[in-house]
């Protein structure tokens, strides 16, 4: 058998490395890191070859001294541990462990110069062997440079991805963390492009929408919550502005960029009952609570995070989301749409057709003689009419000035309908398009949340013969677990042995559901989230089904009251601009769009 032996300390680092620097996001990911912990003001990002050539971090923070510098440069050396509580880190890394393992797997020159000292110092590693160590001229504050990464490390250089996809990772690293620190300016250049310029001091809103998307600004809601030590701040899009993929939910932890499933499962929890399955939010969440309270010591790359008390964080954003979306979402994503104005602005359609509708009439005729068939051309001209002119497929109402009362109605007062399936309403600053369907949709729903509909779908309905599910042992850990609170949705179940739940009652809406399904997918989503929001999605949707039965079809002539009596209901109402699938609800065409379509403006 071989033996034991200590391995040689370049192995050693190298093996440290792989658990911090896998690609060049990673190892850039550390050193703009570095440069917040500093307390810089402005940070310079520049990359080349995607990262694979050189990367380079210039910041204007504190600086190190000669000896900071070789300290840095050794593994487990740090200056953001004051003592030995770990828990306690309020920064987002430790210098003294990425420097090295990154100088072991590259060539990095190490540049800095503390604030007052007369000169900078300059070290230089080449793959774990120092190269230069002596006096260099800079600016005060530092400058990472990371040249030729596993340029002697063949195996690992050659798993690493195209330069356009490694680009991709270091641009993505940039803008989470540019988005957590709006008080520190940012560029970010590629080759000879700059990618990113962002100035300091923006409000956290402006800097999120600068990098998410601009319209994000006029498609979201801003939230500002506070639950005893916890808070949330960020911006939250409305449910109409939605994603097919979930890359723009951008989640922070104490200024931490992470990726937990907690909080992807708090996020889709808010969302529940506003978007489609296959559609995602777009939003930027900023979570602050007590260190101790949080873990960022589970993961080597600090990408994912433990809570003490994760169902307390998971309810808090839930509710913290629906809560600033119910203050804000009556709103419909309102960016204009450039086909659908383009096909507005385009000129009237030619009367190519014309000419041989009208021969059709008109040609075959002498007409030196008295026409002697007035029924023929009549005929003739209503097959003309039929091929040009389409029957009119709305009513409208007989033009009225604009009551003074109407300036208090965003929604503007209705004017007619069009197809029996959208309101047409004129407000004081646009024209209003409403569909019927999905806004009565909405308002049921809410109507019966208010009325107490959900408890009333939660009750209990009793199993003649109580139903044995058999699982595997952890999941009915879960299960008996989170007992009480199935309970207090109508599933009454206990436990029947290691790996069985017995299954007295299930909600009253859902009596037709497979038990065994049911329990396994409430398994499934305690193990995925920690906590049973499953079965509260199910009767959400039992919910929207019930208020889709019940409202307005589309094909309804409704008379102006009724178009009047929705749109003031619609006001009134939290999340009236989306329906259930998270479609808009209404649209607005503002005066001056009208005005362009006709050139008056």
Request: aromatic content about 4%; some cysteine.
């Amino acid at each position: 058998m071989p033996q034991i032996r200590r391995l040689p300390e370049n192995l050693v680092n190298r093996i440290a490395a792989g658990e911090v620097v896998e690609r060049p996001a990673a190892a850039l990911k550390e050193l703009v890191e570095n440069a917040i912990d500093s307390g810089a003001s402005r940070i310079a990002v520049k990359i080349a070859d995607g990262g694979l050539a050189r990367i380079e971090v210039t910041d204007d923070g504190c600086g190190m001294a000669p000896d900071e510098m070789a300290l840095a440069l050794e593994r487990h050396a740090t200056s953001k541990l004051p003592d030995d509580a770990i828990e306690q880190v309020a920064t987002l890394g430790f210098r003294g462990e990425a420097l090295p393992s990154i100088a072991s797997v590259a060539r990095l020159t190490l540049e800095s110069r503390p604030h007052g000292a007369a000169d900078g110092w300059r070290r230089v590693v080449d793959h774990g062997e120092l190269r230069e160590d002596g006096p260099a001229a800079l600016p005060p504050g530092t400058r990472v440079r990371v040249e030729n990464l596993f340029g002697k490390v063949p195996a690992r250089r050659k798993f690493l991805r195209t330069p356009r996809s490694e680009y991709g990772a270091c641009h993505e690293v940039v803008r989470r963390l540019a988005m957590a620190r709006p008080d520190i300016a940012f560029t970010f250049e590629h080759g000879d492009r700059r990618v990113l310029s962002l100035q300091a001091g923006q409000p956290l809103g402006q800097r999120v929408a600068e990098i998410v998307a601009r319209e994000l600004a006029d498609n979201g809601v801003a939230i500002d919550l506070e639950r005893g030590t916890l808070r949330l701040t960020g911006i939250a899009g409305l449910p109409t502005y939605n994603r097919g993929v979930a890359d723009h939910q951008y989640l922070f932890v104490n200024g931490r960029p992470v990726k937990d499933r907690t909080l992807s499962g708090a996020v889709r929890g808010a969302y529940a009952d506003m978007l489609a399955r296959d559609r995602h939010a777009v939003l930027a969440l900023f979570l602050e609570l007590p260190p101790e309270e949080v873990d960022v010591n589970v993961h080597p790359a600090k990408t994912e995070v433990r809570f003490r008390d994760a169902p307390a964080v998971r309810g808090f954003i839930v509710s913290g989301l629906r809560q600033a979306l119910a203050t804000g979402d009556k709103r419909s994503a309102q960016t204009p749409d450039a086909g659908a104005m383009a096909r507005w602005q385009a000129e009237p359609t030619t009367t190519q057709e014309v000419p041989s509708a009208l021969e059709t009439i008109f040609s075959g005729r002498d007409w030196s003689r008295p026409q002697s068939s007035v029924r023929e051309t009549s005929d003739a001209w209503r097959s003309y009419e039929s091929q040009v002119m389409a029957a009119p497929q709305g009513r409208a109402e007989e033009a009225a000035p604009l009551p003074e009362e109407a300036t208090e109605y965003p929604l503007g007062i209705a004017r007619g309908q069009v197809a029996n399936t959208y309101i047409v309403a004129e407000a004081a600053d646009g024209l209003v398009i409403v569909d019927q369907h999905a806004a009565h949709e909405r308002l049921v729903l809410e109507r019966l949340r208010a009325a107490g509909a959900a408890d009333s779908v939660a009750r209990a309905q009793a199993l003649l013969i109580p139903e044995v599910v058999e699982l595997d042992e952890p999941a009915c850990d879960r299960l008996e677990d989170a007992a009480e609170k199935l309970g207090a949705l109508g599933l009454a179940i206990e436990r029947f042995g290691p790996g069985a739940m017995l299954v007295r009652s299930v909600p009253h809406a859902l009596g037709k559901s497979d038990p065994h399904k049911l329990l396994q997918d409430i398994a499934d989503d305690l193990a995925n989230h920690g906590e049973a929001l499953l079965l509260g999605e199910k009767l959400d949707l039992v919910l929207a089904t019930m208020a889709c039965h019940g409202s307005v079809r589309a094909g309804r002539t409704l008379s102006v009251s009724e178009m009047n009596a929705l749109l003031r209901e619609m006001e009134r109402t939290p999340r009236s601009g989306q329906c259930n699938h998270g479609r808009p609800t209404w649209v607005k065409l503002r005066m001056e769009d009208v005005e362009k379509l006709f050139g008056r403006h």
